[in-house]
């Protein structure tokens, strides 16, 4: 049997995701099917202001968080005939006590404080108009909502998640210079208008509370151009991801008592209030609850009218006992109440006064508190979850916290960089898979021998650091200081983010001034680390000293191994390093290889190292020793002038050319660099800064000119 839709239905189900869900905030969204609700840029250099709709189609939309409100403030920009409000419908009675002619004929409802009643939501809406930024509000917009934050709200919405939209009028000459922009939040526990208005009251924030009002219109859509106008800002909107998608405000408890939504009940306490809502003058709400209207006299203004020039200021307003109009037109300036009342056709008999009390705890707004829970799963469901991943495979998790550790000069700072480096690069590390991800190194400890490291890995591996997600913050921040945790974590958001791993080399750098082995400081270091895990999704890899008997793990407090997802442990045994797995909490807990430190000149003054591995294998080649080096000198012969080859050269053309039984480019690699530090182990070449030379009779007396080359 086919079904009948009414309007209504279809709006409601054209809501899409954002209204499949029952469990969060309804919003409601009022639109109307011809005017259109957005402003102008016309072709003479004006702006024409929002048509003025009386009557509205409504949906309501749920919305779970910042990031799915965000979602519908996006879908919204493309859509000039609707917008959202904070009220509530109120029902079918209220909508036709309202506009009995139209409602529910036709289904369209008024805009007004009988029709839709105040409820607790979480989101905020911060309104910015007129603020003068340092920073170019239209090249770069984002950084002058941050200014405004930073500058002119409280601390609590520093770090937290937005979606911000420039407005409609944003970018026009008589607007240079100035942020004129809306804001929006996701509060941790819901607020009602009326309570916003005391918060933004109690705080002195300067802030226009009438966005605060429950039938207020938010503007969303972007602005219309007429043919041949080119909107002159590149991007009116974004989202910001921030520290947490949350933020917690306080209403005053001292006056909870008082926290009445005077909009709400003004039209019991003064009759001009309703009527001027139900009649086709009404505009909107401006601060203090005043109402702007069409001034019944605008024919006799000698200029153009805007939506806030005329108004109503309800009694009760700045102390007055009675209500009073006020028009900023000359012409108006001495009519008086009566004149205003009159021409709108308002008569005392058309509302009773109610002898409602706006102060019994009854009518106080109530905002349900829920008690905060764990939570709990069945087993079904708990096996439900994604498995834990791996950064590295076997190796390497997606955990909160691991660590390197060794001795001084044992080269660990070497090896994190080789493993810092294949991850950002998404290449295998070890014969391992890596999941290609950001990566922040935070160097504390010798920022000027990171510098060298990373350019000799640059020089030896071919490879371009600038074309990868690698960034270096050459600072020691101390993580006993939350502060300066928190620091660490705006500047790794505000760059680029969310991140796959954050090295901090090393530990010792970044609790400075606490004692290692004492709980209460190492705790600290270890909340610092959590907290930025938790913030940026980041495996944090600290990069520390080993204790005096390295079986016991990284020097210092127990309760810091304990707490680590995984740990790996390098010992120097002469030339080279040893690197094992010492703890994994899920995976493979053993494993060992060994690597060795060889020199990259960078220039013929300075010299670092590159971490190379050594293979376990026994059995790579596919030629006895002796026939290994003929087929390896054949290769260098090719190269070679006068018996001389760059070393690099020389690798990358075993890689290509040696017989090794395996097709992997990055197995041929390092087995091409483990065969040439064999042949010059055994002599079979001679190491002259980055050059080879072939060790014959001939060339050994000419090695005296290989300072002499430079790279082919």
């Not at 049997?1 to 279809?10: F, G, K, R, V």
């Not at 935070?442 to 997600?469: F, H, K, M, Q, S």
């Not at 690699?669 to 080879?692: G, P, Q, T, W």
Request: overall charge negative; glycine content about 8%.
């Amino acid at each position: 049997m086919a079904s009948c839709e009414t309007p209504q239905d279809q709006q409601n189900a054209s809501a899409g995701a954002f209204s499949g869900q029952s469990n969060g905030d309804q919003i409601t969204i009022l639109s109307h099917s011809v005017l259109n609700l957005a402003k102008t840029w016309q072709c003479d250099g004006s702006i024409k202001a929002y048509d003025q709709p009386k009557r509205f189609s409504r949906r309501e939309v749920a919305v779970n968080d910042i990031h799915e409100l965000s979602g519908l403030l996006t879908e919204l920009e493309t859509n000039p005939k609707a917008f959202p409000i904070r009220g509530l419908f109120a029902g079918d009675e209220a909508a036709t006590k309202a506009d009995p002619d139209g409602y529910p004929k036709d289904g369209l409802v008024r805009r007004t404080k009988d029709v839709f009643r105040d409820q607790p939501l979480h989101f905020i809406l911060i309104e910015i108009d007129n603020y003068r930024p340092e920073a170019d509000s239209i090249s770069n917009p984002e950084a002058a909502v941050e200014e405004f934050i930073r500058h002119k709200l409280p601390v609590e919405f520093h770090l937290a998640s937005y979606h911000w939209q420039l407005s409609s009028s944003a970018g026009h000459p008589t607007k240079q210079g100035l942020l004129k922009a809306h804001v929006w939040f996701w509060l941790e526990t819901p607020a009602t208008s009326a309570q916003l208005k005391q918060w933004a009251k109690a705080n002195d924030l300067g802030l226009d509370a009438s966005v605060f009002n429950e039938v207020q219109i938010h503007y969303t859509s972007k602005p219309l151009f007429e043919a041949g106008v080119i909107d002159p800002v590149p991007l009116r909107s974004g989202f910001v991801e921030g520290i947490t998608d949350v933020v917690g405000i306080t209403i005053p408890q001292a006056d909870a008592a008082k926290i009445i939504d005077r909009g709400n009940n003004l039209g019991i306490n003064d009759p001009v209030v309703p009527f001027l809502e139900n009649h086709d003058c009404f505009l909107g709400y401006g601060s203090d609850d005043k109402i702007f209207i069409e001034c019944p006299f605008k024919d006799s203004h000698t200029g153009s009218s805007g939506i806030s020039e005329t108004s109503y200021l309800p009694a009760g307003t700045n102390g007055e006992l009675e209500g009073h109009f006020v028009c900023q037109h000359e012409h108006c300036r001495e009519r008086t109440n009566e004149a205003y009342l009159s021409a709108l056709g308002f008569h005392d008999n058309d509302f009773e006064i109610s002898d409602f009390d706006p102060t019994t705890p009854e009518h106080e707004p109530q905002t349900e508190k829920k008690e905060e829970l764990f939570p709990i799963f069945s087993a079904s469901e708990y096996l439900k979850r994604p498995r834990p991943r791996w950064i590295i495979e076997d190796l390497l998790p997606e955990g909160e916290i691991a660590a390197i550790y060794g001795a001084s000069t044992g080269g660990k700072s070497f090896l994190a960089i080789d493993m810092a480096l294949s991850i950002a690069r998404g290449v295998p590390w070890l014969g391992r898979e890596v999941i290609q991800g950001r990566v922040v190194y935070l160097a504390a400890e010798g920022a000027g021998g990171c510098r060298n490291r990373l350019e000799a890995y640059e020089i030896d591996r071919t490879v371009r650091l600038e074309d990868i997600p690698f960034q270096i913050i050459p600072a020691a921040p101390n993580f006993l200081d939350s502060d300066d945790a928190l620091k660490v974590v705006k500047t790794v958001i505000r760059n680029g983010g969310k991140a796959s791993v954050i090295f901090v080399d090393t530990l010792a750098q970044v609790t400075s001034g606490g004692n290692e082995n004492a709980a209460a400081d190492m705790s600290k270091a270890l909340r610092a680390c959590k907290q930025i895990h938790a913030a940026t999704g980041a495996l944090v890899v600290l990069v520390a000293h080993v204790g005096k008997d390295a079986a016991r793990g990284l020097r210092g407090w127990s309760g810091m191994f304990a707490a680590l997802d995984a740990a790996f442990c390098v010992v120097r045994d002469g030339n080279r390093r040893r690197f094992n797995i010492a703890k994994q909490k899920d995976g493979p807990d053993e494993g060992e290889w060994t690597f060795e430190l060889r020199d990259v000149f960078l220039t013929q003054k300075y010299k670092s190292a590159v971490v190379d591995w050594i293979s376990p294998d026994a059995d790579i080649f596919e030629l006895d020793a002796g026939s290994k080096y003929e087929c390896a000198l054949q290769i260098f012969d090719e190269i070679a002038i006068e018996g001389q080859a760059v070393a690099k050269r020389f690798r990358s053309a075993l890689s290509e050319k040696f017989p090794f039984n395996t097709d992997k480019p990055d197995s041929r690699s390092a087995l091409a660099r483990r065969l040439c530090r064999e042949m010059i182990d055994e002599k079979v070449l001679y190491e002259r800064r980055n050059f080879l030379v072939r060790a014959n009779k001939e060339t050994n007396k000419k090695t005296n000119k290989t300072e002499q080359f430079s790279e082919q």
